[in-house]
């Protein structure tokens, strides 16, 4: 008998999953597909306040993200880093003013302590302007942080592990049936395979799914009222040399980032807003949208980019507690829980909430059961760092510096992606390895056997596709040639472990 089983694998999921196995409650997560295999691998990757959001009016949403910044840098140094954000002014969208008064409001509303304050530039004081348009000569810089968005996912499911919850991929729930004080979940492990389980209390963190999962229950009254709604990027070669990203304002009153991505060796581009109706397991951007964001980049860049620039795009589909807002840009970012029953046997639906938020999100589900589990342990996650993360004083520089001596046999490149990949796990990434020939077969892009190794037994990835696009990002530099020899490397064994 579990307490809590916790119906779907992106952010929201494995975070509720860590926080309720660290105060002492039986968990079981399952997710249907790969750990962040959807919606939580395709954000903008940025811990940020959502400045945007302060024209809604949404400044308990702002505060509570900004406040929440700091908070994860301190988590996980290696995967979250501050970022400086250019917002050239547009001279024919929002005044000069209105921007800098939300940008004060922005540097205060979170009691930043960490990140810098906003500043003016001008074209005059300032490189940053030299890709630009030459009709755009100030604009504002400010801060916020990226964030590896998927791997985030991954080490709060490994966080919850360590802690005692089981976490069950490719498993899909496929019905429950509540009887007095229990439900019993039906999970689907294989095509062929289905086995059941009990649990006290069921929270439905399901995405977009958490609409088809609520069904489930027999009864109509948990119906959540969701929204879907699809963002697509797109990803072209590098742009700009800078390290800053830019923040534009689109005609349409949409906002794209322009972001430097891997490195600096592409440059990232989105996000859109698109009601979404399609099939939740077959999401990808469209050629509008894929035009669309080339235009936005046009409107502001010199250098000017067509959509056969792009060399690779990703979409995902938020599942938004709809608001009745009458346009998919305004629908509010917060999240909303939504219970079917709270008291003999809890089912709890989590509609919305952005990946800055997520932790206090798993605070909130754990007190909104707290009536059902008197024996959970208090809020703890605050000030806990998630796996690879204890890094002294957050100096992600500073142990990047002592690690390399440690590791003078790998190559600099190779050890910066490791030692950003995994923090202080690379220790267990490389641990026995004392020359390059340790670390096993190369698959090409800096990947070998024992960094595979390792992603299967720590770090729940099964496929070619987990490993390349969702531990790390070296789908973008592997060739077609080299990927498919990934896949067929990992086939045979990954059978024999099932």
Known sequence: MYDILVIGGGINGAGIARDAAGRGLKVLLCEKDDLASHTSSASTKLIHGGLRYLEHYDFALVRKALMEREVLLQAAPHIIWPLRFVLPHHKEMRPSWLIRLGLFVYDHLGGRKILPATKTLTRKNSDVFAPLRAEFTKGFEYSDCWVEDAR???????????????????TECVSLEQADDTWTATLKV???????????????AAGPWVDHIAS??????????VRLVKGSHIIVPKMFDDERCFFFQAGDGRIIFAIPYEDSRFTLIGTTDLQFEGDLDSVTASPEEIQYLCDVSNEYFEQQISPDDVVSTYSGVRPLFDDQAEDASSVT?????????????????????????????????????????????????????????????????????L??????????????????????????????????????????????????????????ARTAEDIVWRRT??????TPQELEKLRDRLEEPLVAQL
């Open 216 to 225: 489930q229950t027999g009864t109509k009254t948990n119906a959540p009222t």
């Open 190 to 204: 294989d095509a062929t395979t289905t086995i059941d389980i009990q649990a006290r209390a069921v929270v439905n």
């Open 403 to 460: 690690s390399a001596k440690v590791y003078p046999w790998l190559d600099a490149n190779i050890h910066h992606r490791l030692a950003r990949t995994y923090g202080t796990c690379i220790e267990t990434v490389l641990a026995g390895a004392n020359s390059v020939a340790d670390l096993g077969h190369h698959y090409g892009g800096g990947l070998y056997q024992q960094e595979v190794d390792y992603l299967i037994e720590h770090e729940f």
């Open 152 to 170: 985030l996912v991954v080490l709060n499911a490994m966080d919850a592990t360590a802690r005692g919850a089981t976490v069950m991929t490719r």
């Open 473 to 478: 990002k070296l789908g973008l530099h592997l």
């Open 333 to 401: 970012r917060d999240y909303v829980l939504k219970f079917l029953d709270q008291d003999s046997a809890p089912f709890l639906s989590v509609i919305g909430g952005k990946i800055t938020t997520y932790r206090k999100l798993a605070e909130d589900v754990l007190k909104q059961l707290g009536g059902r589990f008197p024996q959970a342990q208090k809020p703890w996650t605050e000030k806990r760092h998630l796996p690879g993360g204890d890094i002294p004083n957050a100096d992600f520089e500073a142990f990047e510096t």
